[in-house]
């Protein structure tokens, strides 16, 4: 996608860990593309001991780590992706319901789907335009105890 | 901080280009596997000083290497098994095992979390992620404690580097001089569900990764 104006690329993002990019500032990439040649990641195992945390970044002799540990390579799965976009999809609503500093736990995205679904159906809500979401929102408020269980409290809170 | 800018003579990899090391901070990611899971997403995407970019990295041959500072598990009390292998001069190598089968015991336990059973039966690619990711509760600290279960740093993963991007400022047309002459690649950020401009300081933009 590019900027008619000046040719310069569009790049859709979505939120990260640690939120949007900013503007400004400038990123090392890995991007795998459909059909290419490159794993979009390759996960170690078992993962090699490095006892110095890092900021930002340095230069290693990953050959050499890699070497001494005797890794293997765990193949990767959609799994762990599928994950991920629910997440994003319901965080938003859990941050609604409950405020900022809210996190849905580790496994209970799809229950905490299914929960509000159900909830939802049963106050008899219908999707459509943001007076709806907002309605949404407060009919979950409303049953916030069925959703307590699925949620906690985060670090940036 | 560790300066890159002072690492003596980095190495070049087999291919004949630098690899490099950066942490993903536990703040933003708890477990390695939500790195893993961010990656699979949407890709690799790593803020670094504009000012100190590294050189020697060569795209698709570079590799960057993810660490966490709980990447490693430790389990220092063997299992039964462990100890009569031990004693028959066996090596004993305390099992993830044991582990599994101490949160197995607590699916047994009615009104038990349902969480449990769910990361019990879920897949992970970083294994040590499936115990960090159990509910926190009393009987989590037992078992730990009891098992001896600890994390450490460690790199988990690697990734080929595939370029340097540099966000444009909404009255930037191109990327500075100086980052254009190292090959940074600019590019106008769009947010994917709403199709707005990234704003410098604007709401979506929640923290800075570059320490992360």
Known sequence: MADSMNQVELRPVM????????PGGVYLESQGEAGGTLPIIVVIDPPVEHDHFHRSYVYIDLDEMLATQQVSFVGTSVASAEEWHLRQKYQGIARDVFGEGVRIKNGQVIRFRDTAARILMEAGWRPGGMASAMQAARILREHVEELASLVEITARS | MNDPSTTPNPVPN????????????????????????????????VRIPRNNIPSGLVKGLSRIALGHIKAVMVIENGTEDDSS??????????????????????TQVEGHDPAIDEILARQYEHAPSRWLEMPESEAKREIFERLGVSFKPGIFAYCYYSGATYYLKPDETGAPEDLAKKGVHAVRGVIADTGELLQPDGEQTTAESEDA
């Open chain 2, 85 to 106: 292998a031990s004693h028959r001069g066996e090596p004993a190598e305390p099992s993830e095992q044991a582990l599994r089968a101490a949160f197995e015991e607590l």
């Open chain 2, 14 to 45: 087999q291919a004949g280009a630098k690899d490099i090391l950066i942490f993903r901070g536990a703040e933003y990611w708890p477990t390695p596997e939500d790195v893993i899971r961010e990656v699979h997403a949407q890709g690799l995407s």
């Open chain 1, 15 to 22: 939120r990260r860990g640690c939120g949007y990019p900013k």
